[in-house]
Nanobody, 122 residues
Framework: QVQPVESGGGLVQAGGSLRLSCAAS????????VAWFRQAPGKEREFVAA????????DYADSVKGRFTVSRDNAKNTVYLQMNNLKPEDTAVYFC???????????????WGQGTQVSVSS
């Protein structure tokens, strides 16, 4: 089973940038959509952004639109999340998951990694 590994998190000041990576241990079918979700303490896992591996089309939550960019490198089995102009409310553990459905519901995704912590100080 393909297992993704998230990396790239860290501590930054508000207004800073980070680039997260979601690297799969094997090839993921182009039929999949890979999405980033985040989960803050005491909150549910929420949708952040997604990319369809076949054509590269993207989808963003309103809260990150214009600040975050999701992209994929199919040759490297890796999906990226470039996060600019970070805000304290972006603080969370970020996870990537894969689904064959065009959805923003975490329960519809599988192949979750262990997550990477993003902390933004004010």
């Amino acid at each position: 089973q393909v297992q993704p590994v998230e990396s790239g998190g860290g501590l930054v000041q508000a207004g800073g940038s980070l680039r997260l990576s979601c690297a799969a241990s094997g090839r993921i079918s182009a039929a999949y959509i890979v999405a980033w979700f985040r989960q803050a303490p005491g909150k549910e896992r929420e949708f952040v952004a997604a990319v369809r591996l076949s054509v590269g089309s993207t989808d963003y939550a309103d809260s990150v639109k214009g600040r975050f960019t999701v992209s994929r490198d199919n040759a490297k089995n890796t999906v990226y999340l470039q996060m600019n102009n970070l805000k304290p409310e972006d603080t969370a553990v970020y996870f990537c998951g894969a689904s064959t459905h065009s959805t923003r519901v975490a329960g519809d995704f599988g192949f979750w990694g262990q997550g990477t912590q993003v902390s933004v100080s004010s």
